[in-house]
């Protein structure tokens, strides 16, 4: 089965084309057939194909909005450029995977979309309002584009979270505006978190119930996640994706009195306070210089400059804290797991990160950790350690391209 896996953003189009079936996913076969991105949907756009073999082709187009966008996909599947070739025509897609940002209190898990799915995902405009309404626009487009016949399924960020426990996901706030307006803590990276739980069943030959885990879900945004018996029990985003951990340009946690202070002290709307807590802090806040961890260890590292230090310090702290937490609601856990393009590919943060936490049991093999890097599945915990530590490069498309053809031919999709 030829899965088309979208993923839109506020103003980018992420796509995937994946090959997949039931004997596939069970021998881990799956293949990738093209995947790329439009960036910058709305102005002088920049389109990015790439096929297996290293096939690469880049190009700037004005690309109006979703629909245009995905029109501009279809067109590469079939007719791509450069003489690369993908599909002969679009009835080679079987069927369509949607990322959804939001699911709210109601997908507990991934569905195949009819009507009444459309309307709950509308209904949760409210609580994700950057971006519900562009994962529905690209739903209606794809199902203008290819026709009804081809089925849809939305995997949502959030229904991975569902098993989290009534104490864990509500806020100390009146109950009251839990029941009439849903505040609580719905949790986000929820189908990265899944997906290398999964793999580290499968890697280490787990069952579900025996899997107990702390995932670090670090890449622009960042998340932790504590698994216990195979479901999550807490994780650190909250209401919105800006809870938790330090990011690139998200505060994570702090004291909400803070926003009014700042708004009266700098003059500033409440509106304008919260783009500032997404937009303008974490690591690029604290440092003045990057968002990119990148950039920021080589200022650290090579320019020794104090800023970039201060923001590498305050991210593995929060991180660390983290795990601790968890460890103490879980109680205990067998490894954790490092994931994201950060969690991938940076030794130095994943040192920082579980520095001093000898203690617990956690001693990261120095060797192991600096080779693990480029998107290998890899055991960076010493041999013989009560807390191990892997680092599981994430692979949501996948996740999303099995939930679909899972739901396609009626199968669970918790596995
Ligand atoms: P997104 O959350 O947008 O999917 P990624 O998961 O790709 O983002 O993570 C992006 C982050 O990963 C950036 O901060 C980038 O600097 C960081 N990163 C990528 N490669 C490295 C590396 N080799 N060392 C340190 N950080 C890296």
Redesign the pocket.
């Known amino acids: 089965m030829n899965v088309l896996v979208l993923n839109a953003g506020s103003s980018s189009l992420k796509f995937q084309l994946i090959a997949t079936s039931a004997e596939q996913i069970a021998t881990d076969t799956d293949e990738w057939l093209a995947r790329g991105v439009i960036e910058r949907i709305g102005g002088n756009s920049l389109l990015t194909l790439e096929v297996p073999g290293g096939g690469k082709h880049r190009e700037s187009a004005p690309v109006r909005d979703h629909r245009a966008a995905l029109d501009h996909v279809l067109r590469w599947l079939t007719a791509p450029p450069e003489g690369l070739h993908i599909l002969d025509s679009l009835s080679q897609i079987d069927a369509v995977g949607h990322r959804v940002v939001h699911g709210g209190e109601y997908f507990r898990s991934s569905v195949l979309i009819n009507d009444a799915v459309r309307q709950r995902i509308e209904d949760t405009i409210d609580l994700a309002p950057l971006h519900n309404p562009h994962n529905l626009r690209v739903i209606q487009a794809a199902r203008a584009a290819l026709g009804e016949g081809i089925p849809q399924a939305a995997v949502f960020d959030t229904s991975f979270h569902h098993t989290l426990p009534d104490y864990a996901y509500l806020y100390a706030l009146p109950y009251s505006l839990y029941r009439r307006h849903r505040v609580r803590r719905y949790g986000f990276h929820g189908t990265s978190h899944r997906y290398v739980a999964y793999r580290y069943r499968r890697i280490t030959g787990r069952a579900r119930e025996e899997t107990n885990l702390i995932t670090l879900h670090l ?3 960042c998340s932790a996640c504590a698994i216990s018996r195979g479901d999550s029990v807490d994780t650190s985003m909250g209401f919105t994706p800006l809870e938790g951990l330090v990011m ?1 340009t998200r505060s994570g946690d702090l004291d909400p009195a803070i926003l009014d202070y700042i708004a009266v002290k700098e003059g500033m709307s409440l509106p304008e306070v919260e783009s500032l807590l997404n937009k303008q802090s974490g690591l690029l806040g604290i440092s003045g210089l990057t ?5 920021l ?1 080589a200022e650290a590292v090579e320019e020794d400059d104090r800023r970039a230090r201060l923001a590498l310090q305050i991210f593995a702290y929060r991180a660390r804290k983290y795990i601790g937490s968890y460890l103490a609601a879980m109680g205990g856990a067998d490894a954790i797991v490092f994931t ?3 969690g991938e ?2 030794p130095e ?1 994943r040192q920082m990160v579980c520095e001093g936490l000898e203690w617990m049991g956690l001693q990261l093999d120095g060797g192991a950790n600096l080779t693990a ?1 480029g998107g290998r599945e890899q055991q960076i915990g010493s041999e013989g350690t009560r807390l191990g530590a892997w680092v599981i490069p994430t692979n949501e498309e996948l996740l999303i391209a099995r939930d679909t053809v899972r739901l396609v031919l009626g199968l669970s999709t918790r596995f």
Do not use: A, F, P, Q
């Open positions: 890449g622009n945004g690139g968002n990119d961890m990148r950039e260890i994201g393009g950060i590919n940076s943060v890097v």
